[in-house]
């Protein structure tokens, strides 16, 4: 372990280890111990503690320091940090594990299962999580997404203890661009840099962020660190692949050395005012003298009864009240303003009354991303722009995945390979047909027909549309789908993980009356489950649940597979896809 000076008062803690022969002893007994696949928010927590980055902690928070930091924002030392940093674990996972105080454990990376590092375990507590949530993020409302976390995701125990450092979490993206805490104060003293205003964000940058981070620079007679989150943000923030592209574009356009760009692999918690304390501390770990603090400083937006979580200016005046413990000087964030009279940007409240101003909302952009209207380049830089528009392709361009659900023989693969026909026809997009029988035999072979299996089924189909969809293509799904939770959980699944180019998902409901679907069944199905010679079947002796809520209901018995295709494409043309 390598302690650098920081601050005043305190040392930088990096734990990772210098001797080859300590690592391979460490890596030998971390194959004889239990271990504990971490998670990707604890793989961030982890990395930052091995790295230095959370100084003074040295792992992860036991007890004492947790109900300290929760009551008090300070370490059970008296240490000013803000935000708990702990290690969650079910009951019955300690009691598989047969862990207790003393206790060696392996703390492993989820994705490859490779070693990390050794935790001692200190204590095993029990927490209150309406406590943390009330007391650290200002309400137990679960419209805060680091509270609906808490509630849905942390475990009942933590695990408080010291770690010893075996690797660093592997990266495979943006190498040249991540820094320990020790290797950025190398790199600033190298270019003689004594003054580093550090700018923090979790989106993409435009002018506006980029002036004010120079005039930031100039009033403080300092450099630029643009010190990106690319760990776990806000659910629905631009992915990081895109925003650092936006970052590694706009850094070309500041003066020649006055900024740099390094990238944070810090899971946010959105926690406003205590949050802001936090990126100071982890700020001044990485060498920078002066941080800029927004204006709600990583607010998660509106509570569940539509007020902000926290007041504007909340985070800079919990910042100002331990300015002498942070050691860090904080530069308030200025509201810039674009003048069109002399193509310039200024702090909003500089602008005489009545001068001429422009700006563009957020929500402005994304419409304009959304429909391929011009940004101009006031606003933003081409390069920027260009960046934005390959990840978020205009409305026209983007997939999409159709359910097509209903009974056997109800049509519903009749309409979707109609559909692909008409798709294909028009282009632009490749298409992709998933029937129900094909999946079965390609993708589930070894279900069957339980309600459970059934459930998985769908799942999987989920699973491939989305993929499919979040690269541009149109998906038609034709599965039975007989349960609503299964089309709800698909539903979720694809708008989720479908992307900006493909989240979008409609509900077909192709409500052939059994009786016709029985009446056009020429290969006898519907006869051979009727006698019994089938077992499960849907809409004999297994349910159909009508969905309770389609985008388009549709009948083979009354229209024509001409006329239900026309009213798809009709649906899907007034939301732009097509």
Known sequence: MANVPHGKDGILKDLHVRDAGIRESLLEESNTLPDIALTERHLCDLELIMNGGFSPLEGFMGQADYESVVETLRLADGTLFSMPITLDISSERVAALGLRAGSRVTLRDFRDESPLAILTVSDIYSFDKSNEATKVFGADDSAHPAVAFLHKEVKDRYIGGTVQAINPPNHYDYINLRYTPAELRAYFKKLAWRQVVAFQTRNPMHRAHRELTVRAARNNQANVLIHPVVGLTKPGDVDSFTRVRVYEAIIRTYPNGMAALALLPLAMRMGGPREAVWHAIIRKNFGATHFIVGRDHAGPGKNSQGVDFYGPYDA????????????????????????????????IDEVPKGTPTADISGTELRKRLKNGAPIPN???????????????????????????????????????????????????????????????????????????DRHKNILRIAYVAAELSRAGAAVIAAPIAPFEASRKAAEQYVVQNGGAGGGTFFLVHVATPLEYCEKMDRKGVYAKARRGEIKGFTGIDDPYETPAKADLTVDTSKQSIQEIVHRVVLMLESTGLL
């Open 316 to 347: 800079q005046e919990l910042v100002i009240k331990y300015k002498e413990e942070l050691n860090i000087t904080m530069v308030p964030f200025q509201m810039m303003t674009y003048l069109p009279g002399t193509d310039e940007y200024q702090p």
């Open 378 to 452: 006031w606003f933003s830089y081409d390069e920027v722009v260009k960046v934005l528009r390959e990840s978020y392709p205009p409305r026209n361009k983007q997939g999409f995945t159709i359910m097509l659900t209903g009974l056997y023989n109800s049509g519903k693969d009749a309409i979707g390979r109609a559909l692909q026909t008409v798709f294909n026809q028009q282009g632009g997009r490749s298409v992709s047909l998933l029937l129900g029988e094909t999946v079965r035999s390609e993708l589930s072979s070894e279900l069957g027909f339980s309600h459970e």
